[in-house]
């Protein structure tokens, strides 16, 4: 998740062309990460850092190999030579998926829901999604949703930052939020809900993909 503090130097529009066009193209062109994903904040509780770019990759090490700390972010003509981290607030997190539930089809969504849960929820079994499976099969009945998908945090830029990451994916231009409150009313769901409230609670839209476009969340 990021933020321009910076527009003095550089604008939105320039900074998040050279994102688009320049930057993703190098982390996609890596061996170890195939595919970009980047969402842009939306809805009348926008997320402070309005910029999620998600990087799925089957080995979570690549992060630390030669490979990926070669690539250089930002010092580009585009950007004024200026470094990306030298512009933005940033807050890098690196989550391993621990458990994904699919409803039929396919199909990514087009908003995502992202949710933050503090670490009084580490009582939860490791291989299950956020709020049981329950929650999640209450979800398929939701209009348009297509995945929930649970993350255990291994490092971060950000002291303090959440152990457990929530990402629901839905096709729908809006978060069916009726939907989301029934599947939260489950008694299983309020039970463990009711030992950690949720930190964050966002809505993105999807504006880029690049790359391999079957990888998931």
Not at 34 to 54: H, I, K, M, N, Y
Not at 103 to 128: F, I, V, Y
Request: net charge negative; aromatic share 8%.
């Amino acid at each position: 998740m990021s933020k321009n503090e910076r527009q003095d130097l550089v604008s939105d529009d320039v900074l998040l062309a050279w994102y688009d066009n320049i930057h993703i193209p190098d982390v996609v062109a890596t061996s170890g990460i195939p595919t970009a994903l980047r969402f842009e904040a939306v809805g009348p509780d926008a997320a402070p850092l309005p910029w999620l770019v998600v990087y799925p990759t089957d080995d979570i090490n690549f992060t630390k190999s030669d490979e990926f700390n070669r690539m250089q972010p930002g010092g580009h003509p585009e950007i004024k030579g200026h470094m990306y981290p030298d512009l933005a607030k940033i807050d890098l997190r690196i989550c391993e998926r621990k458990y994904i539930h699919n409803a039929p089809g396919e199909k990514p969504g087009t908003h995502t829901l992202h949710s933050q849960l503090p670490q009084t929820l580490s009582h939860l079994r490791k291989d299950k999604i956020c709020c049981g499976i329950e929650y999640v099969e209450k979800l398929d009945k939701a209009p348009g949703f297509r995945r929930a998908t649970s993350y255990n945090l291994v490092s971060s830029l950000t002291e303090g930052a959440s152990r457990r990451l929530a990402l629901h994916e839905f096709e729908t231009a809006n978060i069916p939020w009726a939907g989301l409150a029934e599947a939260r009313a489950d008694p299983r769901s309020k039970e463990l809900l009711s030992k950690a409230a949720v930190v964050d609670e966002y809505d993105y839209q999807l504006v880029t993909e690049a790359g391999d476009k079957t990888q998931a969340l």
